[in-house]
């Protein structure tokens, strides 16, 4: 967890989300400097803490790791941060309203992931992204600039669209791995098998099931859209830029006959820079 000697928490933060090649950070890109400073810093807690179930293969030693990040954030809080990420964030919380339980939300979100594999219906997964997405977008808004209470739900379903767009591009590495976030009910429902998906079985029946999923994702874009109080909307432009390009991501995938159990689906780093500015300039989803 030691800080690297010649690096400032500032470099910490900026190296971790730009190496991540994510979305978020086309978006940010656009950002007003203490703005940016701070999604950056919150954006690279979510991938150390995120990361920790990706990288560490020993269950326990990603709870014994789960548990010190609960430490440092509450430590954190009462002034004693260790951690360059933490070190970067802190001085940021109070002028955009981040509190702890924010950050540990995203940490149980992680935890589940440790200890849940499958879920049962819709509601269950929802349970899941309300922890590792739509808290994500909480945050995010409040540090964007939110001025309207109503955003906040906004930012959710926005959240919500997003982890499961990630759901659908990544159906065939999270089986490898164990893990199916598509509803068992669904699956049934589908009369997809798990053993599908992780023996790569494309089926008309794995379609159906992917395009309901699709179907699913559009609307709570549209539902995202529509609850966005005009007030805030220049300030969200960041998350709609971030929308942009998930919702053209899960078109591709459309596009694509939903062929992402034997691989991932992608946008170029160049389209993406393209559809955030779009956004930015012409103001155009």
């Given amino acids: 967890m030691g800080e690297s000697a010649t690096m400032t928490p500032q470099e910490y933060v900026q190296q971790k989300a730009a190496s991540s090649g994510s979305s978020f950070y086309y978006a940010f890109l656009f950002l007003p400097a203490n703005r940016r400073a701070a999604i950056t810093s919150f ?7 995120d990361d920790v179930v990706d990288e560490i293969s020993d269950p326990s030693v990603a709870q014994s790791t789960l548990a010190w990040w609960q430490k ?3 430590q954190s809080f009462d002034g004693n941060a260790t951690h360059p990420v933490m070190k970067a964030l802190m001085p940021h919380v109070n002028d955009y309203g981040i509190e702890s339980h924010h950050l540990l939300s995203v940490i149980e979100g992680c935890q589940m992931d440790l200890t849940q594999t499958r879920y049962l219906d819709y509601a269950g997964l929802q349970r899941y992204c309300h922890l590792v997405a739509g808290v994500v977008g909480e945050v995010a808004a409040k540090i964007f600039g939110q001025t309207d209470a109503a955003t906040t739900g906004y930012a959710h379903t926005l959240g919500l669209a997003f982890q499961l767009t990630n759901i659908l591009r990544d159906v065939g590495e999270d089986a490898l791995r164990g893990r199916i976030y598509l ?12 053993q599908d998906l992780m023996q790569r079985q494309y089926s008309d029946r794995f379609t159906a099931l992917m ?3 699709a179907a699913r994702a559009h609307l709570l874009y549209e ?6 109080p005009s007030a805030d909307r ?3 432009k960041p998350g709609l830029m971030m929308a942009s390009i998930y919702r053209t991501l899960l078109r591709e995938i459309e596009a694509d006959n939903f062929q992402v ?19 930015q300039a012409l103001g155009r989803l």
């Fill in 43 to 49: 954006y690279a807690f979510c991938r150390e803490v």
């Fill in 261 to 279: 159990l034997h691989q991932r689906i992608a946008l170029t780093p160049l389209r993406k820079l393209w559809l955030a500015w779009k956004v």
């Fill in 72 to 74: 440092e954030v509450i």
């Fill in 211 to 213: 395009k309901f999923q």
């Fill in 183 to 194: 509803p068992i009910d669904e699956l049934k429902q589908f009369d997809v098998k798990a």
């Fill in 223 to 228: 539902e995202a859209f529509s609850m966005l």
């Fill in 234 to 236: 220049q300030a969200q």
